[in-house]
């Protein structure tokens, strides 16, 4: 290859890469609005999911008119990017049965402004947690009370038909892989990403295509095993792990119904198709 060539290349690659990093790949949270005026341009869409776009209509021009009212804006606004977090009951199980079980919780977070596709600075604190009877408790905290490490998020799709969307939870960027290590009267329990690697986190299904103020997420397991824990997402296949007195870290799984309700009430999409 010839120097102009290869210089040529290198300024399609670095202009290619700079093109990846300015805008997310879907899915990503937005806003589906209807525009000012009826008009039927690029990036139109036929109704409020903003999932079918517009595409010229051989018919009058009436007809073409009621096509291309929405348009997508991506990200969240300032101002309007914060969400709390409730719940009921919270159930932590390994493989091999051992079990922490909570009866409650609570916490905050917010939607990324740098990053469509993610969450972060999440806090999150379960309640009236024990396990085989002994109540367990993050040090420094009242009897029962977890405090996890800050928490961070991220959404991609899931499953064959490429309809489904997940949200990542993982240890926030300062925690590297650990979720959160705690005691249940002496007894020592950790819980970290799959294999400790930074990234590694658990799946939850997360509802796409419809404007809401708020989420209910439901984490699945069985027998210590979610439900999914591949996706198509970094790291492909990803899940928690606990290791209760050192014995050893095994596979875990994550059961709740979670609500995150964004803040006044304000209105997101997470599309998957743009």
Not at 7 to 21: D, E, F, K, N, P
Not at 99 to 127: H, W
Request: contains cysteine; hydrophobic residues 40%.
């Amino acid at each position: 290859m010839g120097r102009k060539a290869l210089l040529a290349l290198i300024v399609m690659l670095v202009g290619a890469l700079g093109c990846a990093s300015a805008y997310a790949s879907p899915p990503e949270f937005g806003r589906c609005l209807k525009k000012a005026e009826k008009t039927l341009t690029p990036g139109s869409y036929d109704s409020a999911k903003c999932v079918k776009e517009a595409a010229e209509d051989p018919g009058t021009e009436a007809e073409k008119l009621r096509k291309g009212n929405f348009e997508w804006i991506a990200g969240v606004v300032p101002g309007h990017t914060r969400f709390t977090i409730s719940g009921g009951a919270v159930t932590l199980q390994t493989i091999e049965g051992k079990t922490v079980v909570c009866s409650g919780q609570k916490g905050e977070g917010e939607y990324s402004l740098a990053n469509s596709k993610q969450i972060a600075g999440v806090a999150l604190e379960l309640e009236g947690c024990t396990t085989a009877g002994l109540p367990c408790t993050t040090v420094g905290r009242s009897s029962g009370e977890l405090v996890f490490n800050e928490l961070a998020g991220e959404v991609g799709l899931w499953g064959a038909s490429r309809a489904k969307t997940a949200l990542k939870l993982e240890p926030g960027p300062a925690a590297g892989a650990e979720f959160i290590d705690f005691t249940c009267e002496g007894l020592e329990v950790q819980m970290r990403g799959k294999g400790g690697i930074p990234g590694e986190g658990v799946l939850v299904p997360i509802k796409n295509d419809t404007m809401v103020s708020a989420d209910i997420l439901k984490f699945n397991a069985s027998k210590g095993v979610q439900k999914p824990i591949v996706w198509e997402g970094v790291p492909a296949e990803t899940y928690i792990e606990m290791n209760f007195e050192h014995a050893g870290w095994h596979e875990a799984g994550w059961t709740s119904e979670t609500t995150l309700a964004n803040d006044e009430a304000f209105k997101y999409e997470l599309n998957r198709v743009l």
